[in-house]
């Protein structure tokens, strides 16, 4: 398990799910697509104003948003579940598979992990 943090949800925060920073300090809320993530909630759905641990690296559980494949890199739905990313904001790297509703085991990244480009000169 990697490193977890309290935080005060912003909005409903349910469990296993990305969240990104909140409009104050210290404040978190649940990731849409397309947003920075701060991290995956824990096993506990978190209601407005209530703490919410944030686990911020390692291997995490997320919620599945549709079909991921093991390897697949993942980003947030609309939902904050993991689905496969498009270019470009990548979070995590999905260490098995699974549909929508399943619970998958994800490997937390920081930003892009797709492949860096070759150091030709």
Do not use: W
């Amino acid at each position: 398990m990697g490193n977890i943090l309290n935080f005060t949800a912003e909005s409903a925060v349910p469990a296993f799910r990305f969240v990104s920073v909140g409009s104050a300090d210290g404040n978190v809320k649940l990731a849409g697509a397309g947003e920075a993530c701060l991290g995956v909630s824990t096993d506990i759905d978190t209601a407005i104003g209530h703490p919410c641990d944030v686990q911020l690296d390692g291997v995490v559980r997320l919620i599945a948003g549709g079909n991921v494949s093991f390897g697949a890199d993942v980003a947030p739905d609309a939902s904050g579940c993991a689905v496969v990313a498009e270019s470009g904001n990548t979070y995590g790297i999905a260490l098995e598979s699974g549909v929508s509703g399943d619970t998958i085991r994800v490997k937390l990244c920081n930003g892009s992990v797709s492949t860096p480009a070759s150091d030709e000169t």
